[in-house]
């Protein structure tokens, strides 16, 4: 299997990537041989910002290309390209153990300069096996303005052989003089019927589980990957999926909003639980906590440390579990819409068809598109660290009386 296999319905990037991957296995064959290589006016450069929308595949494709740059495959010599899948060099980037290919990804709000300096530091070095040295930011919106400006000299003055591939949901994510130095591949969002074959394919997914999953998620191949694969999810994006047809009343509305907040506090919960236990069991560990689980003095910094980290990221995924529930609204109201205007474009989510119908026709399609809009607001204001109680208690109240 081809490292590209993964990438859904994204032929045109694949094609510039191969492209870029032979331009770069040629300039190491030339270094090795030794002539003088020159990647100016070639396919392949020093950084890349690979944008799109949230299921895409951005961190799918920056992968797949940190794995065909240090592909060692005999295939190459003969015409192959680069990225079998099955080489050393393939698979140990795939799976995130290569010496050269660093994959950065935070479960934190933001990323910070002192995680951006040590990256820089790193890649001053030499690739320990003679290829290319890789670093993956797979969420660089996320990266704080002084972060983003250490990143900036090294993007601008480049070691040899280091290449940096960025991703985010857009251009507007990644600051305009790191963006003009990085060549910037756009991807689609997947189609449909794509995702589900992928879904059937690689997961062993039954074709009508797959069909619903990847239709109802859009083409979001992660999140249909969940929802066909988890039962929980499932039953919560159910429980979501009630709610624009049991509120009546100021009441019915408030206890939406609670029960949404409970369900994305328990997803997250679930989420994080696990990670922080062993997190937690490995620093005591590592500290030399005693049997009756003393640590030695001078080490309730580093706990204290290990313990705020532990909360930005159940902060975070509390966000996350939230905002794909209102992704889910923001689905079912489009739907009911369509419908309004009697789009002949299928609705997502088949499987509620009977509710859609209902308020699509009880309702006026000036009354959705303001729910719709509420729904982006609560959005919107919760990015801007409004309460999440008190911006889903808005929306909710709005849903009712748009």
């Not at 002192?114 to 096996?129: A, F, K, W």
């Amino acid at each position: 299997m081809a490292v590209w296999d993964d990438l859904v319905g994204q032929d045109r990037v694949v094609e510039q990537l191969v492209a870029a991957a032979r331009d770069a296995d040629a300039y190491v064959t030339a270094a090795a041989s030794g002539v003088e290589p020159e990647l100016s006016g070639s396919a392949m450069t020093h950084a890349w910002l690979f944008t799109g929308p949230p299921g895409s595949g951005l961190s799918t494709a920056a992968r797949a290309f940190a794995a065909a740059l240090q592909c060692v495959s005999p295939d190459r010599a003969l015409g192959g390209a680069p990225g079998c899948g099955f080489c050393d060099g393939c698979h140990t980037a795939l799976i995130g153990t290569h010496a050269d290919v660093e994959i950065v990804r935070t479960d934190r709000l933001s990323l910070g300069a002192d995680v951006t300096r040590e990256l820089v530091r790193r890649t001053q070095l030499s690739p320990s096996g003679g290829r290319w040295q890789v670093v993956v930011l797979e969420e660089a919106g996320r990266l704080t303005e002084s972060a983003a400006n250490v990143l900036l000299k090294t993007v601008e003055e480049p070691a040899p052989r280091t290449v940096w591939l960025l991703c985010a949901p857009s251009v507007e994510d990644v600051l305009p003089t790191i963006r003009s130095r990085c060549r910037h591949l756009v991807l689609r969002t997947p189609p449909v019927d794509a995702v589900a074959d992928m879904l059937i394919r690689r997961d062993g997914i039954e074709p009508d589980v797959a069909a619903t999953a990847a239709r109802a998620t859009q083409g979001h191949i992660d999140r249909a990957r969940r929802l066909a694969t988890d039962e929980r999810a499932r039953a919560r994006r159910a429980a979501v999926l009630r709610i624009p047809t049991r509120i009546e009343q100021i009441g019915d509305a408030l206890r939406a909003a609670q029960e949404l907040i409970d369900a994305a506090n328990e997803d997250a919960k679930e989420s994080v639980e696990e990670v922080d236990a062993k997190e937690t069991e490995e620093m005591r560990a590592a500290l030399g906590a005693s049997e009756g689980g003393r640590l030695p003095r001078g080490t309730a910094g580093v706990m204290k440390e290990l313990e705020d980290r532990q909360k930005s990221r159940a902060t975070r995924a509390k966000r996350d579990s939230l905002d794909l529930a209102l992704v889910d609204l923001t689905a079912f109201y489009r739907d009911v819409l369509a419908r309004q205007f009697g789009s002949p474009v299928a609705i997502a989510n088949e499987d509620v068809r009977d509710a859609v119908e209902r308020i699509a026709t009880t309702t006026r399609p000036e009354q959705t598109l303001r729910r719709v809009e509420a729904v982006l607001e609560c959005r919107r204001a919760i990015e801007r660290n409004v309460a999440p109680l008190l911006a889903v208690e808005a929306m909710t109240v709005a849903l009712r009386a748009g």
